[in-house]
Structure formats: structure tokens, C-alpha cells
């Protein structure tokens, strides 16, 4: 059992939200250990929400793009580049409404690219996303 569930299990409930990045959703040449390490953390939270939704856990994972901080100074800023207060407040809205999953800025939800029942709306954003992402490299967080 991890602990990251356990205290707030024990007390009736809580909300655990963690940041993981869009670019575990797809592996890219020029960041597949990060995407990796994020895809690892995404299926982590997914399985922390299975384990404890039955004691009041709720399990918030947070999925950026390129958000434009301190961190991030200096680096090209890519299309769809995110604030860090609009995050932010994206991110509050998501624990308040007991949402798994957030992508902020919210276009990254289109990047998505697991979900199951995927429009063709999604199958072009995703292409116009693509296209975007070779021409930018650090685009997709």
C-alpha cells in the first residue's frame, strides 16, 4: 500500500494531485526518457485512484504542456504555451469537480492519445499537433 494514499485514507479522505506532463501520453526522439518517466507516473496516479476511490482518496493527475515559468526562461516558447496562474486555476477546478485528469492548457486534451473513443476531429487535431511538434520541439511540455 502506498503511502502516498494511506494518511488521507485513514482520515476519512483527501485529494492527492501530482503534476505529470503530457509528454507521457506519446514517446517523442527528443524526450522519450522524461515522456517515459511521466507515463509511469500517469499509470501510477490511475492506479493510487482505483486503489483508494472506495475510502475518499481522490486522485488528481495533472498533465502540462509548456507552461511559461521561471523554469522554462530562455526556451523557445512553443504554440499553446501555458500561464502558470491559468494552469493554475485549471488545476483548482479539476480537484474541486474530483476530475482524474486535467491537461492545461486545455488543447493538450486533443494530444491525448489512448482515448478510446477518438473523433476524427481528434485524429486532425492530433495531426495539426504533430506538425506543430516537429516544427517545435519543446512544444509538448
Avoid: Q
Avoid at 507516473?41 to 490511475?46: G, I, N, Q, V, Y
Amino acid at each position: 500500500m502506498p503511502a502516498g494514499g494511506r494518511a488521507p485514507g485513514r482520515r476519512g479522505g483527501g485529494t492527492i494531485c501530482a503534476f505529470s506532463s503530457v509528454a507521457g501520453d506519446r514517446a517523442r526522439r527528443s524526450n522519450y526518457l522524461y515522456g517515459a518517466s511521466k507515463a509511469g507516473l500517469s499509470a501510477f496516479l490511475e492506479g493510487l485512484h482505483l486503489a483508494y476511490a472506495d475510502r475518499g482518496v481522490r486522485v488528481v493527475c495533472v498533465r502540462p504542456g509548456f507552461v511559461k515559468t521561471a523554469m522554462t526562461a530562455g526556451l523557445p516558447v512553443p504554440p499553446f504555451a501555458g500561464e502558470p496562474e491559468a494552469v493554475a486555476s485549471r488545476v483548482l477546478r479539476a480537484m474541486d469537480r474530483g476530475a482524474p485528469v486535467v491537461y492545461a492548457p486545455p488543447i493538450w486534451r486533443c494530444h491525448h492519445a489512448r482515448h478510446p473513443d477518438a473523433s476524427a476531429g481528434r485524429h486532425a487535431a492530433r495531426a495539426l499537433l504533430n506538425a506543430i511538434a516537429r516544427a517545435h520541439p519543446g512544444a509538448s511540455g
